[in-house]
């Protein structure tokens, strides 16, 4: 599958921002659609994630600020950033992790988008 994320850019600390991550396929049967995080200079991490059931997880820095989301019927899934803070700058990836009947798991990478928060 293959994942076209967008929406970032500039923004305010305190403004909000949307990020949305397109497969070229269905992601109903996708098990886990997540949002990472990689900062200049670090490693990439987990920013959050949502389960097929649509249970969801966040990492502790987010809570409260960004929302995941999922639409299976337009194989979307959105990362809502409000109250962004200015360590939340990084470039922001989407994944897909598909677990077959064999337990064998493929993980699927978008090409990331920039996210600048800044005054």
């Known amino acids: 599958v293959q994942l076209q994320a967008c929406g970032g850019g500039l923004v305010q600390p305190g403004g909000s921002l949307r990020l949305s991550c397109a497969a070229s396929r269905s992601i109903s049967s996708i098990n886990v659609m997540g949002w990472y995080c990689q900062a200049p200079g670090k490693q990439r991490e987990l920013v959050a994630a949502?389960?097929?059931?649509?249970?969801?997880n966040y990492a502790d820095s987010v809570k409260g600020r960004f929302t995941i989301s999922r639409d299976n019927a337009k194989n979307t899934v959105y990362l809502q950033m409000n109250s962004p803070k200015p360590e939340d700058t990084a470039v922001y990836y989407c994944k897909a992790q598909y677990v077959s009947a064999t337990s064998l798991t493929l993980n699927y990478w978008g090409q990331g988008t920039l996210v600048t928060v800044s005054s």
């Open positions: 949502i389960t097929s059931g649509s249970s969801t």
